[in-house]
Every structure is written in C-alpha cells, then in structure tokens.
C-alpha cells in the first residue's frame, strides 16, 4: 500500500493524476506476461547469433545464458529429490494449486504443469529474472543522485526539479535500497530439516560453487571486452529484488 495508492509516495513523488498513475500500472501488469526462457527471448530478438559469433557485442547476453545455466541445474537438482517423476510432481495438491494460480490473470501464457521439465523452466528462469536480470535494469539509484539529470517530476517552465521532488524520488529510491542477503551466501540454514538434509545441503553448496566460477570467468572476460559487462556477475548480485 505504499506505491498504487492515491496521494501515497509515487503518486506525489510524479507529474501525474492519480487516473495516470493507475494507467501506467495496468499497462505494465497487462505486459507482464510469460514469454518463454532466456534463450528463445535471446532468439526472438534476433541476439543470439550475436553471442554465438561475436560475444564481445553482447556481453550480458553470453553471460545470462551461462548463470541461467547454473539456476536451472541447481533448481533441477533440488526439484529431482522431492519429486522422483512427472506423476509426484501433479500429486503434490500445493504445488499445483500454486500453479492455477498463476492462471488468474487472463492470458498469462505460463505452460501448463505437465511435469518436471516445465517446473524447473518456469521457476530457473524467475530466480534469473529477480536475481540477474533486474541487478542489470533496475540499478535506478544513481540517476536520482543529480537533480539536474533525471528527476521524478518537473513542474512548469522548469528544466530541473526542485528541493521537494528531488527529496521525494530519493526518499523511494531509499525505501527499496534495504542491504539484500547477497547471491553468493549460505542458504543452508533455510533448507528443510528431513530426511534429504544432506542432499539438498550439497545442491545448495554445489550452486554457490558453480556461481563463484561464473563470477571469476566474467571478471577474466571483462578484462578482455571492448564493453566490460558486471549485470550477471554473481558476486555483485542479491538474492531478490532491490533499486
């Protein structure tokens, strides 16, 4: 209740009616829609003959293919030991009551729940989405650092914003910049304590592992690229979504 409500922060913060604000809200939610992983996304905008001929032009793109990878190895791994074949994956009422629900929304274009193959695409490629993906689109934090380069709200015959609107996109920008649990951390102590403890630990432990060799591998391209590129780089990612 602190962004889509009427005379709340992002609605005094904007230039906007509150009729507006609420447009460009339903116009975002209306294109969140499931388009598919990474690669046919890459393929459907004609990037991934860049990465396979000259990576250096697309350094997130080669990078995001190797950390959705790694996602949809560990959440495989983890998805193998409680759900042995696609039959327990449909047993499992919880699992599949989450999944009509993300049927709610008209048109959502989620795959059905046929089995393992479609839970662990789905779910690998989300964790990309609110690890990777929004550290390289939503690092909005320096812009509202100079007034005089973006600013939430101009009023009239003004070319920078003044005190007040400056303070009032800071002040969102600071609601959303709480210190997140980095990427490369031990999660260990979230996992369930039963009988696959010692499993779940090692796909746990093996997932870190496999992100610290990304990460080295990008810092040694990175001295090499034309563009250096840090967006999928797991050591400067958190573990959910932040500004």
């Known amino acids: 209740k602190t962004l889509a409500v009427e005379r709340g922060v992002l609605h005094r913060a904007s230039a906007f009616t509150w009729d507006a604000v609420k447009t460009g809200f339903f116009a975002s939610y209306n294109q969140n829609r499931w388009s598919g992983d990474i690669k046919m996304q890459l393929k459907a905008h004609g990037m991934m003959d860049i990465i396979e001929e000259n990576p250096d032009l697309y350094p997130f793109g080669q990078d995001a293919l190797e950390f959705v990878d790694i996602v949809q190895k560990f959440v495989g791994a983890y998805v193998d030991i409680y759900y042995p074949d696609n039959k327990s994956v449909l047993l499992d009422t919880e699992l599949v009551d989450f999944w009509d629900g993300l049927h709610v929304v008209e048109g959502s274009k989620v795959p059905s729940l046929s089995g393992k193959e479609v839970l662990v695409e789905v779910l690998a490629n989300w964790i990309a989405y609110v690890t990777g ?63 696959h403890l010692p499993a779940t630990t090692e796909v746990f432990n093996s997932f870190q592992r496999d992100l610290v060799a990304l990460s080295a591998k990008i810092e040694e391209r990175n001295e090499k690229r034309p563009m250096p590129c840090n967006s999928l780089n797991p050591k400067l990612m958190v573990s959910s979504i932040s500004i």
């Open 133 to 195: 993906f929004h550290n390289h689109a939503g690092g909005v934090a320096d812009y509202l650092i100079d007034p005089s380069f973006a600013s939430p709200k101009i009023r009239p015959n003004r070319n920078i914003a003044d005190i007040q609107a400056t303070f009032q996109g800071l002040n969102i920008g600071l609601m959303t910049a709480q210190p997140a649990v980095r990427l490369l951390s031990d999660f260990t102590h979230l996992l369930l304590d039963d009988i």
